[in-house]
């Protein structure tokens, strides 16, 4: 099971939580796993072109466009981060 | 990082933009002041706000309603440990100043509140070959990523172009907690300072910051194969104003 680390702007999703954990063989698996679980959170992750433009996910130190996007496969101890777009100051 | 004497010597004779004197702008300018850069730009056409102390650390509550580059300016000089110049441009950073502004420095510190800007500072910089540095804070989250001028990897690396629409929700609905804008800041600060003393070492570097874990964590990013402004397919050759539309806050 994946550690999905939730940054801050995407919280109001998963109850304040700032990691959750998520089964899943790959990154896409994880993201329908956290959709079942927390409702919302597919679409601000996802368009139907795939990962938004403004959203950068990543397993490990590595970006999933490096790897094998979505269809990256994940190990149990894999710890997936999502860095959005922030804007603010 | 730290600075020796050696190194104050050199950042006497570097300069930098601060693009936004607000709660990143207002921490990384008193840095670079009190390290010795010789030359601070700073750039910003707003007034000191009430709203604004709790993380705009060069006011006081005596400046509000101050023009926020003057009371910036005295709190620098007040603050600097050295002699050093300071620049104001009153105004913000638009696509009719930006090169220019770009041109005019070392190193560019880009901390302003909406992605019209960040976008526009990425690709002025680039454009104009110079290394820039993008701090942003909302709630508990902030990111610094350190961009090379010739980027690969750059702004537009990470996040392509402008959201637009629903998923951008504004600054006042986000908020901006004082202590993880200050850090985020500070960072950007030193690696700016980084920059000016010859450390490619930042270049491509993100770090983001949970300020309720009060962890940073450093990735290193790629290029982006078709990147529209830094890849060798790039479509980016000039600043243009319908480039830039507002959009603000968080994905």
Do not use: W
Request: a negative charge.
């Amino acid at each position: 099971m994946a550690t999905v680390r939730i940054p801050t702007p995407l919280r109001t999703l998963t109850g304040g939580e700032d990691q959750v954990q998520a089964a899943g063989d790959t990154v896409k698996d994880v993201i329908e796993t956290l959709e079942k679980n927390h409702p919302g959170i597919r679409e601000r992750l996802l368009d139907d072109k795939g990962v938004r433009r403004f959203v950068n996910i990543y397993v490990g130190d590595e970006d999933i466009r490096f790897l094998d996007g979505l269809a990256t496969v994940l190990k149990a101890s894999d710890e997936i981060s999502i860095v959005p777009a922030i804007a603010g100051g | 990082m730290s600075t020796s004497s050696p190194e104050r010597d050199a950042l006497q004779h570097k300069s930098a933009l601060v693009v936004g004197v607000g709660g990143l702008g207002c921490p990384a300018a008193l840095a670079l002041a009190e390290a010795g850069v010789g030359r601070i730009v700073l750039c910003d056409d707003d007034l000191v706000d009430s709203s604004n102390l709790h993380r705009q650390i060069l006011f006081d509550q005596a400046d509000v309603g101050l023009d926020k580059l003057l009371a910036a300016e005295r709190a620098l000089y007040r603050a600097g440990a050295r002699p050093f110049s300071i620049e104001l441009v009153p105004s913000r950073f638009l696509p009719e100043n930006a090169r220019k502004l770009a041109r005019s420095v070392d190193v560019v510190l880009e901390g302003a509140d909406n992605f019209a800007t960040k976008f526009l500072c990425a690709d002025a910089c680039f454009l104009e070959q110079r290394p820039v540095v993008h701090g942003a804070a909302v709630r508990l989250h902030a990111t610094v990523l350190c961009v090379a001028a010739q980027g690969a990897p750059c702004y537009r690396c990470l996040f392509e172009d402008l959201p637009r629409g629903a998923a951008a929700p504004n600054c006042a609905e986000a908020g901006v907690l004082g202590p993880v804008v200050g850090f985020a800041g500070a960072l950007m600060a030193d690696r700016a300072l980084s920059v000016l003393l010859g450390d490619a070492s930042v270049f491509g570097t993100l770090v983001s910051f949970d300020g309720k874990t009060d962890r940073a964590r450093e990735l290193r990013l790629a290029a982006r194969a078709r990147c529209a402004l830094c890849s060798a397919e790039r479509s980016i050759e000039t600043i243009t104003d319908d480039r830039y539309t507002a959009a603000s806050c968080a994905a």
